[in-house]
């Protein structure tokens, strides 16, 4: 059973595009994040939600749009896509308060042409 | 202010030899967590370790340890007797107790074990 799933692995889509991203966990986890992994490697937080409250919104373009249905899906929708935002998306989830672990998804490597 | 740093990019040794990934850490908070990551070729991210601010005992796992030392904040991990599969990307995180926590990572160490 994969703890925390996302999909699509790959996107490929073109400027202008609108696109999203689903993430799944069965870890019963109250609170997910979308991470962002540019082509340095760093990874840097986008959105953090609990219980599906946004609670961590970071200084990302408005292009960009989590949705949370229940506590266990954490969705990323970006619209209006740029070459800039190609890059590789992690989903994430841990319990409350930081003190476990995030696991984490395999990630959706995004490219925009 | 959060920050965690690994200073050491990129390194690379020769199969067998011991090498120690680098990190240290700054945070306001008396209560924190500490986490190392492992990022392969393959790109997932593997959780390897979490420490928490009240628990500086070193930790030993295998070929892995790790050394947690809170008068430098710094909690550095070796390998010792290094193997090929070890090669991949490092991560040291921070985690602060509290609601709406993030996980601060560093920038990464890209370790390289050649054959």
């Known amino acids: 059973d994969t703890a925390v799933s996302q999909t699509p692995k790959y996107l490929v889509t073109q400027m202008g595009n609108d696109k999203s991203i689903k993430c799944e966990q069965n870890l019963g986890h109250d609170t997910m994040y979308w991470y962002k992994q540019d082509s340095k490697k760093f990874l840097k937080i986008m959105f953090s939600y609990n219980n599906k409250e946004l609670i961590i919104n970071e200084t990302v373009p408005n292009r960009f749009s989590p949705k949370s249905p229940d506590k266990a899906h954490l969705n990323l929708h970006i619209n209006s896509l740029e070459l800039g935002d190609s890059a590789v998306y992690f989903c994430?989830?841990?319990?409350?308060?930081?003190?476990?672990?995030?696991?984490f998804g395999q990630g959706t490597r995004l490219t925009v042409v | 202010a959060q920050k965690v740093t690994q200073a050491q990019t990129e390194i690379s040794v020769v199969e067998k030899e011991d090498v120690t990934l680098d990190c240290v850490y700054e945070?306001?908070?008396?209560?924190?967590?500490l986490f190392w990551y492992k990022q392969p070729p393959s790109g997932e991210l593997v959780f390897l370790i979490r420490r928490n601010s009240f628990d500086e005992q070193n930790e030993i796992s295998g070929r892995y340890s790790w050394n947690f030392q809170k008068s430098t904040s710094s909690f550095n991990f070796t390998i010792t007797a290094s193997q090929v599969v070890d090669s991949a990307v490092y991560f040291c995180a921070l985690s602060e107790a509290r609601p709406g926590n993030q996980f601060y990572f560093g920038t990464g160490t890209s370790l390289t074990v050649i054959p």
């Open positions: 994430a989830s841990s319990r409350p308060g930081g003190f476990t672990e995030a696991f």
């Open positions: 945070t306001r908070d008396t209560t924190y967590y």
